[in-house]
């Protein structure tokens, strides 16, 4: 049987969401040492989207394969069972055999959220990037506007990217403000690795009034990442939603709300 997972975890205490060598505590480590006391059998799950050191996941989803014959809520209830506090199994559903997280997937969803003080909160330590700089929403807006569309994103995504292609189709990249918070949604076919925290960087730097709008669309046609911004702190990312074919009858995010 193949089972999809909904999975959400607080980032900040590991080393991103891919399994490493022995000692290095990931998220997806916690995950396969959980479901396999519950399989009672090894278990490797492959996710929507590998995440970074310190990025959230509020709608990561997952698969795996298990010859073991447990009800929905056993997979979801006795995995959190033996899961850390910072990482929780939101739903599970059996899923037909071709049924892939990565590859089934058409769109994937972002926020990078900023707050905005003159000093710094100790409340909001890993959860968002802090700025002490205020930000002109306006400014960075006019920016994103260069960035929406299929374009080449080499100036945008890691000099260590192993991405085949770095062409993407970024569907939506929307800034707004609520108080001190200004929030970065972003939609795309797929991400490049570092590709959100360096739209991020970009659009911070001109919000700051450091560069100019039309300075997003001049990094971007570079084609150089050597030539792009500052990337942006991982604290601030939240890896939000997954979307499938309708027909794979995958649940959205199951939170009813975003904690900031």
Not at 6 to 29: C, H, K, L, M
Not at 127 to 144: F, G, H, I, Q
Request: charged share 20%; net charge neutral.
């Amino acid at each position: 049987m193949r089972i999809a997972l909904g999975v959400e975890y607080n980032g900040a205490p590991f080393s991103g969401w891919q399994s490493q060598r022995d000692g290095i505590v990931t998220v997806q480590g916690n995950v396969e040492r959980a479901l396999a006391k519950v399989a009672d059998h090894p278990i490797r799950v492959f996710c929507a989207g590998r995440t970074d050191t310190g990025v959230h996941g509020l709608g990561q989803v997952v698969h795996f394969d298990t010859d073991s014959v447990r009800d929905m809520r056993g997979w979801v209830h006795g995995t959190n069972a033996h899961l850390p506090d910072s990482i929780a199994i939101a739903w599970a559903k059996p899923v037909a055999d071709e049924f892939h997280a990565r590859f089934s997937a058409t769109r994937r969803r972002y926020r990078y959220v900023i707050y905005y003080r003159p000093v710094r909160s100790p409340f909001m330590d890993s959860r968002v990037t802090w700025s002490y700089r205020k930000l002109d929403v306006t400014r960075m807006s006019e920016a994103a506007n260069f960035l929406v569309g299929e374009h080449d994103f080499t100036s945008y995504r890691a000099l260590g990217c192993q991405a085949h292609s770095p062409m993407r189709s970024l569907y939506r990249l929307d800034v707004s403000q609520q108080g001190e918070f200004i929030y970065l949604d972003l939609e795309a076919n797929g991400f490049l690795h570092h590709m959100v925290r360096n739209i991020a960087g970009v659009l911070m730097t001109i919000g700051a009034g450091e560069s100019e709008p039309i300075w997003a669309q001049q990094i971007l046609e570079h084609k150089d990442r050597t030539k792009g911004g500052v990337t942006a702190p991982s604290s601030g990312l939240y890896f939000c939603q997954v979307t499938y074919p309708d027909y794979y009858q995958i649940p959205s995010n199951s939170s009813t709300a975003f904690p900031w």
